[in-house]
């Protein structure tokens, strides 16, 4: 007898998925196969997930930036990530030329039904300095040293001796032996970026960081499941196209292991004001990260506030599975500027 004449056909979907995706955890901890790390589609709005190099990067003397992704609800549980930073210039040595910053960096993420969680702590620090006397060349380098811990929850997850002759029957056993649900790790990365400000309507940069240097552990069962290095490149512009229209064209290139991801676009921003010390302006964006989603974005400045959404659309074979659904993204970026400078001034921030 077929197993949907005994059990309604929604349910024996939501079992089979949830079987599969434990499946999947569950050869990932035993192979050996390296997790992908969080990721934004706004990465131009999470600073120090994208690059250590951007720690105080920016024109003003404190910043706090909030991120929060939830995506796939249509598949099982969907998985939520929040990111939360803060980052300041500090006054090392007032008489250089380099500017210094410190940064705080907190991620949670959490995924299916099984809770598979990554919470991360990290510090950073930067150095920025302005090349040459014109002062419109900027090099910033920064690194990353973070905590790790892994957790995964296998109460909710299901198992094939669960099945029996007359159904599925949550509350039987299963055989299976697992040795831990809880692994953590240290972390370090480091970066670069380069910029060029011709003036506030012209802004060119570039970056490139490593991630996982030390290569640790993530694997539950001590399966020596090293994390491979993620190299990243990003790229990003910001000049005007009209009076009050300005132009922001990004690309960003992942690569880990076997896994690569590109993701690329643009956004328009209208400047409502041209008043000093008024910063109001709209923003709308289409992006594309590849052979997975296509992204709309939008987003306003008000004055020392930056608020951002996307949706993310899927384009890969997921979209079967999902509806289409992707995900949605929040961030809120927040700079508070006093009127005396530290050190050198930093460029308008271009992330």
């Known amino acids: 007898m077929k197993l949907n004449n005994i059990y309604p056909q929604t349910v024996t979907n939501r079992i089979l998925i949830r079987f599969a995706m434990f499946c999947l955890l569950f050869l990932h901890a035993l192979t050996g196969v390296n997790a992908q790390d969080i990721h934004f589609s706004q990465f131009q709005s999470s ?36 990111s939360g930073s803060f980052d300041m210039p500090v006054n090392f040595f007032p008489e250089s030329k380099q500017r210094y910053s410190l940064g705080l960096l907190i991620n949670n993420d959490r995924a299916g039904d099984s809770e598979l969680g990554l919470t991360q702590v990290g510090i950073s620090a930067g150095a920025i300095r302005a090349l040459g006397r014109d002062s419109i060349h900027f090099l910033s380098g920064g690194i990353q040293f973070s905590y790790v811990r892994r957790s ?32 953590g790790y240290f972390d370090f990365g480091a970066g670069l970026t380069y910029l060029i400000r011709v003036n506030d309507r012209f802004k060119a940069g570039a970056g490139i960081s490593l991630q996982h240097i030390n290569r640790p552990d993530d694997s539950f069962f001590d399966a020596g499941a090293k994390m491979f290095p993620r190299l990243q490149t990003d790229l ?34 209208f400047r409502l004001s041209e008043l000093p010390g008024r910063n109001y302006a ?8 590849a052979k997975d989603a296509f992204i709309a974005s939008a987003g306003f400045d008000y004055n020392n506030l930056n608020v951002g959404v996307s949706y993310d659309f899927n384009t890969s074979d997921l979209d079967r599975a ?15 500027r006093k009127v ?9 921030p271009l992330y």
């Open 47 to 82: 600073p120090l997930n994208l690059n250590p190099s951007l720690t105080g990067f920016y024109n003003g003397d404190y910043r706090f930036i909030a991120n929060h992704r939830r995506q796939w609800k249509s598949v099982t549980v969907p998985y939520r990530t929040f």
């Open 322 to 336: 999902s509806n289409g659904k992707g995900g949605y993204e929040l961030s809120l970026i927040y700079i508070i």
């Open 236 to 269: 990003k512009a910001d000049f005007a196209i009209a009076t009050r229209f300005d132009l922001i064209p990004a690309l960003i290139f992942m690569n880990q292991g076997s896994f690569r991801e590109v993701t690329g676009g643009t956004s328009v921003r």
């Open 152 to 183: 995964i929850n296998y109460s909710d997850l299901t198992f094939d001796e669960q099945f029996t002759g007359d159904g599925f029957d949550p509350n039987t056993g299963n055989s299976e032996n697992f040795s831990g649900d809880n692994q």
């Open 282 to 289: 709209l923003y709308l964006g289409s992006w594309l990260r």
């Open 340 to 348: 005396k400078h530290l050190g050198i001034k930093p460029p308008c």
